[in-house]
């Protein structure tokens, strides 16, 4: 009885076996590693470009960005919206801009911590943060006034 999924097993002469049993029968495939490795790097460069010019939906809308591209200035964006609670991991705070976008910023003061507030805001995307509360784009607040 063969195995009952898939299996890689490997020959001395370089050549790799892979065995997949569907409950049926099984399916056998010989190929070479270096098979296995253009497989895996067309996956890698498939998963997206690295050029720096990837769709940026955040930058659209009523926010408008700044600069040419290469500095990293079209990253900030000005816009109208909201101050919104948001309760999760024990309450976050994000701005609900008009043109729909959730932003999270990272630096709301507390001044600006009302639900409910309408702002006028500036931001800087901060696409090497991450946060527990996950309620919108990570951001910098440039500046922000009522």
Known sequence: MGPSG?????KNDGVTLIVYDCCKGAI???????SILAVLLFSLLSCGSSDGNESRPYSSGSGSGHGSGN????DIVNGNGVVQFVDVEGGCWR???????????INLSDEFRKD???VQFEVKFRRDLATVCMVGVIVEIVSIHQ
């Open 28 to 34: 056998f495939m010989k190929t070479a590693y270096i």
């Open 6 to 10: 898939p299996s890689l097993l490997r």
């Open 116 to 118: 409910g507030l309408a």
């Open 95 to 105: 701005i609900v801009g008009d043109n729909g976008i959730h932003y999270e910023p």
């Open 71 to 74: 500095s990293g200035e079209d």
